[in-house]
């Protein structure tokens, strides 16, 4: 796990990989199951706090993910909106 990320940061990955399959796949996916059970939760025990705390809880991932486009040098001005506008996405929904 430690390797994969530090590949991340020092840029070792190409754009496609970190953007499309990281960030936009393997992201949405991982929002997507932890709001979910967020959900689940909510419905069965009707304690917000833990929804919320659920759907929150890959935050810092996300963030991690998104400086590391910011950070790649291939990384271009479309590329870096992207990432955002996805992160803006994934904290809404």
């Known amino acids: 796990m430690i ?3 530090t590949r991340r940061w020092r840029g070792e ?3 496609q990989t970190l953007l499309w399959r990281d960030l936009m796949l393997v ?15 909510f419905a069965i025990t009707d304690q917000i706090g833990w929804a919320v705390a ?3 809880a890959p935050l810092p991932w996300n963030l991690f993910m ?11 001005a479309a590329t870096r909106p992207i ?10 929904i």
């Open 3 to 5: 390797a994969w990320a």
């Open 13 to 15: 990955v190409p754009l």
């Open 27 to 41: 992201g949405t996916l991982v929002n997507l199951l932890f709001t979910g059970v967020g959900l689940a939760v």
């Open 54 to 56: 659920l759907h929150f």
């Open 66 to 76: 998104v400086v590391c486009v910011w950070r790649l040098p291939t990384s271009s």
């Open 83 to 92: 990432a955002v506008a996805w992160l803006i996405a994934v904290l809404v």
